[in-house]
């Protein structure tokens, strides 16, 4: 699954998609999500591929989603989802691979998990889905949930000091 997004203040466009990788894992992760980078949403097979990794530990797991938002500071905001974690995973430095981090969310995790920012309002990230894979499978029926969520505030807090408060 791949999903584009295109960044002004740099003038690219970002394709991000996951890579299985066999029977093996990288970060802890078996479908581990990729991202590139190109002038023309035409040209990606020209980039390379880079890993999303957070301090060389964790990685977003499956069907990626990506979406930017002005809000962030001069680049704004790439924001990636996953179809495993509830949180969602930042870069407010045009895709630099070291610059990504994690933060925490109240939604839930689903499979193919959508993000969008709500139009005419760049500080609002919905995200939204239904279930996830393993609960699909096991027949569980999950409803469909949609979450709003300032994305100034999730900026604020990372992905730990989320958790400390709670």
């Known amino acids: 699954m791949t999903v584009v997004a295109y960044i002004p203040p740099v003038k690219k466009w970002i394709l991000v998609h996951e890579l299985p990788i066999g029977?093996?894992?990288?970060?802890?992760?078996?479908?581990?999500?990729?991202?590139?980078l190109a002038d023309s949403p035409l040209?990606?097979?020209?980039?390379?591929?880079?890993?999303?990794?957070?301090?060389?530990k964790t990685a977003p797991n499956a069907?990626?989603?990506?979406?930017?938002?002005?809000?962030g500071g001069p680049n704004g905001t790439i924001v990636v989802s996953d179809a495993d974690n509830p949180q969602v995973y930042t870069n407010?430095?045009?895709?630099?691979?070291?610059?990504?981090?994690?933060?925490?969310?109240?939604?839930?995790?689903?499979?193919?998990?959508?993000?969008?920012?709500?139009?005419?309002?760049?500080?609002?990230?919905?995200?939204?889905?239904?279930?996830?894979?393993?609960?699909?499978?096991s027949g569980l029926l999950t409803p469909f949930t949609a979450t709003v969520i300032s994305l100034e505030e999730t900026l604020k807090n990372n992905f730990a000091s989320f958790w400390r408060r709670r």
């Open 63 to 71: 069907s990626p989603y990506v979406v930017w938002s002005p809000v």
């Open 43 to 56: 040209d990606f097979r020209l980039s390379e591929g880079l890993p999303i990794v957070l301090n060389n």
């Open 92 to 137: 407010q430095f045009g895709g630099d691979v070291d610059k990504w981090e994690e933060h925490a969310t109240p939604a839930g995790a689903v499979y193919s998990r959508a993000i969008h920012i709500v139009g005419g309002h760049p500080d609002s990230l919905m995200i939204f889905g239904g279930e996830t894979f393993d609960d699909m499978r």
């Open 23 to 36: 029977n093996s894992s990288s970060h802890g992760v078996n479908y581990p999500v990729y991202y590139r």
